[in-house]
Every structure is written in C-alpha cells, then in structure tokens.
C-alpha cells in the first residue's frame, strides 16, 4: 500500500521501491500488481478503442508518454511510476509485468508462463 505523507521518503512509490529490490535481489521476474490490466495504447477509462500491450522489448519516448498522469486516487504515481519501475528492472536484466490484482489468482498463470497483462523484457546483459 502507498504511504499517505511521501514527503520524507527518497524513493517515492512502491514500484519504484520494488523495482529496486528486485534489482538488488538479481530476481528473475517482478510483477507490480495494479487496477489495471496493463498498459494500454491509449488511457482506457477515457478511450475506447484502445489496445493491451502484450509485451515491450524497449522503453522508447513512446512508451513512456502512454503512461500519462498519476492514475487513480488509490496510488501515489500510475502507470508513470510502473514504466520507471521497469526502465530500473530492465536497465538491470529483469522482467516486469504490470496485471491486474482484482484477480491475485492470476499470479499462477503468470508462473505457467501464460500471457499475462504487459510484460517488459529486460535487457540481456
């Protein structure tokens, strides 16, 4: 969950932090859980043609300007805060997918290897 004052917290956010940790870890995979199926090609509460990404081998301008502004009133940063999140895992070798947590049950098909919400490939070093 976020915290409510951020003011005296250098990392800022959760994904952030996450990212991080996973980085430090040299962990395989991470997966940030959202309200959110993944990233879309457009902003999905306001659009209605929009499309899932599946996956992104490479955070371009064009990636992170999808991610728009802060999200929903539950989180401290949206999607901008997850694409940072995955430029560190990437940056360090390290998968990250962005799914919907509304189902947590998905998580075992993540670990099948099932294609779930947007997965960003990390860089092979």
Partial sequence: NDTV???????????????????SCDADLLVLLSDIDGLYTGDPHKEKNVELIREVSEITPEI???AGGKGSELGTGGMATKIHAAQICSDGGIDMI?????????????????????RFLGKKV
């Avoid at 962005?98 to 947007?118: C, E, F, H, M, R």
């Fill in 64 to 66: 992170i300007s999808l």
């Fill in 98 to 118: 962005i799914a919907n947590g509304k189902n947590p049950a998905l998580l075992y098909d993540i670990l099948d290897g099932q294609s779930v919400g947007t």
């Fill in 5 to 23: 004052a951020t003011e005296e917290i250098s990392v800022g956010d959760n994904d952030t932090l996450s990212a991080i940790v996973a980085k």
